[in-house]
């Protein structure tokens, strides 16, 4: 594969990476809507949720339930969320570092993978202390399962890119 295609593949990989990032991000502003239509689309008639998935219609009521409260009566309560979005955010335009420079950048990947593992222990320290239930936070933590799957591909195309001739002589 030439240097090329190379880093055109890695720049596929980042710009997903990035563009979900910013969802993730962009979605956790409107936490109390967004918990609204959920909670509207798994008790609606056509839904199988309340019968075949109970504890999850239960979940997500009592968590619509607790932002409503939080936002009636302590809405700087969910300033939280806006600062979890807004790193969402910043964390997704560091990834800009690596789509210019991929070889000298490598590290802005190897944030991402410390920080794709480091969801596990926290989900598993945090989650219980919480009151998260269990089956929650396996959810929790296959963001940094399924979010280290395409940073790995980076990193080993990154890794292959720094191997060719041309690259390797460029880098001081």
């Keep these: 594969m030439s240097e090329r295609a190379l880093k055109r593949r890695i720049r596929v990989w980042l710009v997903v990476f990035i563009v979900c990032l910013v969802l993730s991000g962009l979605t956790a502003f409107p936490l109390v809507t967004e918990l609204r239509w959920a909670e509207d689309l798994l008790r609606s ?64 990947i190897e944030f991402g993978m410390i920080a794709c ?29 399924f979010g280290i799957i395409p940073l790995l591909v980076v990193h080993r195309m990154i890794k292959r890119l720094e191997g060719m001739p041309a690259v390797a002589a460029a880098v001081p």
Excluded: K, Q
């Design 45 to 108: 008639p056509a839904s199988p949720a309340p019968e075949h998935f109970p504890a999850l219609t239960e979940w997500i009521t009592r968590v619509r339930t607790g932002l409503d409260e939080a936002d009636a009566g302590h809405p700087f309560v969910l300033y939280g969320t806006d600062w979890l979005a807004f790193a969402h955010l910043v964390i997704a335009v560091a990834f800009y570092g690596p789509y210019r420079d991929p070889v000298r950048n490598i590290w802005v």
């Design 117 to 145: 593992a480091g969801i596990i222990p926290l989900a598993l320290i945090c989650g219980p202390i919480r009151g998260i239930p269990f089956w929650w936070t396996v959810i929790d933590m296959s963001f940094g399962v």
